[in-house]
Nanobody
Framework: VQLQASGGGLVQAGGSLRLSCAAS????????MGWFRQAPGEEREFVAG????????SYADSVKGRFTISRDNAKNTVYLQMNSLKPDDTAVYHC???????????????WGQGTLVTVSS
């Protein structure tokens, strides 16, 4: 089982990026998916989650109104659209698959390798 995240890069503050996470080895259409991030010297934190169908989402307060998580079960892929980026959003972003159908900030068993997002001021 592999979760391959992509789409990171360097962007100026106020800009946008779209992260993708493609799963292979098994389908996660019955599982919630999430995005987490870890900045240098910081603990990993929950960013956003989406339930198995894509109909329910949850976000960290720090990204509400700026980030949007979505999924395409036909492609076994989850996305994170990030708008109005801030330097504080700089981190390695990881996607993860939950053992549960409903998104939360816990219960994730499968992790991707991460993609680096750097936001310059």
């Amino acid at each position: 089982v592999q979760l391959q995240a992509s789409g990171g890069g360097l962007v100026q503050a106020g800009g946008s990026l779209r992260l993708s996470c493609a799963a292979s080895g098994r389908t996660f259409s019955n599982n919630a998916m999430g995005w987490f991030r870890q900045a240098p010297g910081e603990e990993r934190e929950f960013v956003a989650g989406v339930n198995w169908s894509g109909g329910l989402t949850s976000y960290a307060d720090s990204v509400k109104g700026r980030f949007t998580i979505s999924r395409d079960n036909a492609k076994n892929t989850v996305y994170l659209q990030m708008n109005s980026l801030k330097p504080d959003d700089t981190a390695v972003y990881h996607c993860a698959a939950s053992r549960y159908p409903v998104a939360a900030n816990y219960g994730y068993d499968y992790w991707g390798q991460g993609t680096l997002v750097t936001v310059s001021s």
